[in-house]
């Protein structure tokens, strides 16, 4: 299946935002009824991490009680480039959204979704964020037929989940940039 001009435009502003030479793969649902199509590239946006995003996430509608929001969205990440398995990570989280109706927004949480693939790793959750380790790259899109927002997926503990249900998004936010937490570490120690 040819991807749309508006599909073309996301996959070119991922891959301005990351620089290198992008890989793209297909991945399907269990049923292989849905598909979404994960960029990659090494090395972005430091030696030895590799970035992620989904393309094609924002031909579905994301929901909001029911209703579609005005919105569309596609996901990204980045993690140490030897963990062969995060670009499923990512590409689960879009499945989340398109099959389960999951509503992804700054500071919404998908539990359980590294664990799939990682079932030890310490961080078995996908935190929601703004984008910023491109810097202001990847922007949102206005395209002629949907508007597409980025979200970054940082992976978080059982307790660091714990401190977010309690003091919110942004306290967890400053809470790891006071820490310095290493973003692409799947086996960080968690900071609570």
């Known amino acids: 299946m040819a991807a749309s001009e508006s599909n073309r435009a996301i996959a070119r502003a991922a891959a301005a935002a990351f620089g290198g030479r992008p890989t ?10 849905n598909a979404v199509d994960v960029l990659e590239v090494p090395d972005s946006p ?3 991490v590799t970035s992620y ?3 094609g996430l924002s031909d579905h509608p994301l929901e909001l009680d029911g209703e579609e929001y005005p919105a569309r969205v596609e996901i990204l990440g980045a993690c140490d480039s030897s963990v062969e ?6 590409s ?8 389960d109706k999951w509503f992804c927004a700054p500071g919404a949480v998908f ?3 590294v664990r799939m693939y990682a079932p030890e790793s310490p961080l078995p ?3 929601f964020v703004s ?3 491109w810097g202001d790259d990847p922007g949102t899109l206005e395209l002629p037929d949907k508007t597409v927002a980025w979200l970054m997926v940082v992976p978080i503990s059982d307790s660091e989940r714990d401190y977010l249900d309690a003091n919110g998004p942004d306290a967890l936010e400053a809470l790891f940039e006071e820490k310095q937490i290493d973003l692409f570490d799947l086996t960080r120690p968690p900071v609570v």
């Open 125 to 127: 959750h996908l935190f």
């Open 53 to 55: 995003a989904t393309l």
């Open 24 to 33: 793209v793969t297909r991945f399907y649902d269990d049923d292989e009824r």
């Open 111 to 113: 539990p359980e979704v």
């Open 46 to 48: 430091a030696g030895g």
């Open 85 to 90: 398995f995060f670009a499923n990570v990512v």
């Open 131 to 133: 984008p910023f380790l």
């Open 92 to 99: 689960t989280a879009a499945f989340c959204v398109v099959n």
